[in-house]
């Protein structure tokens, strides 16, 4: 499995939530800061983190898969 875009949606969701959680309330440099160093973090742990699901997955033999349901917001039932 390619982590990399994973990475990319981590790292973006990083700078949006630190942005509007702190925006207003820390100066740019610190926010900027913050942005990338959170940033880094997620880059770094997401390989570790697909080896440890992926080890997970493979000792207790479970790889689940949600098929029939339907996930559509705007669905009406």
Known sequence: MDPGPAVIGQGLDSSVFITIAFG????????????????????????LTYLVVGHLKR????????????LTPFAFD
């Open 24 to 47: 207003g309330s820390m100066a740019a440099p610190a926010l900027l800061s913050a942005v990338l160093g959170q940033s880094l973090y997620e880059v770094a742990a997401t390989p």
């Open 59 to 70: 000792v207790e033999d479970v790889d689940a898969y949600d098929d029939e349901t339907n």
